[in-house]
Nanobody
Framework: QVQLVESGGGLVQPGGSLRLSCAAS????????MGWYRQAPGKQRELVAT???????VYADFVQGRFTISRGNAKNTVYLQMSSLKPEDTAVYYC??????????????WGQGTQVTVST
């Protein structure tokens, strides 16, 4: 089994910053894509930022240079540094990994989500 655990969400004022963390653990053979998605109430889940299988980064247009995705040395940990937060960034943020297990099965894994609320 593979588990993804996020942390770092919370309440922040507009213009503030937060850093999200995600750690993957379990029967991992290799990690391919790993990144962040979000889902606001009444909306579909959408990509925020991700590392591709080739190691490059992809950001959603709405990020506009405000967020930075990074990886830990073990590559099974991914971070999202968010700055200049806006009320419209309020959502549940999910970590997603495309992971090959020790059984050599590759599939998507999701964390449980962490709430980010941007409000005065």
């Amino acid at each position: 089994q593979v588990q993804l655990v996020e942390s770092g969400g919370g309440l922040v004022q507009p213009g503030g910053s937060l850093r999200l963390s995600c750690a993957a653990s379990g029967s991992i053979f290799s990690t391919h894509e790993m990144g962040w998605y979000r889902q606001a109430p009444g909306k579909q889940r959408e990509l925020v930022a991700t590392f591709t299988s080739g190691g490059s980064t992809v950001y959603a247009d709405f990020v506009q240079g405000r967020f930075t995705i990074s990886r830990g040395n073990a590559k099974n940990t991914v971070y999202l540094q968010m700055s200049s937060l806006k009320p419209e960034d309020t959502a549940v943020y999910y970590c997603k990994g495309v992971i090959r297990t020790l059984s050599l099965i590759t599939q998507d894994y999701w964390g449980q989500g962490t709430q980010v609320t941007v409000s005065t």
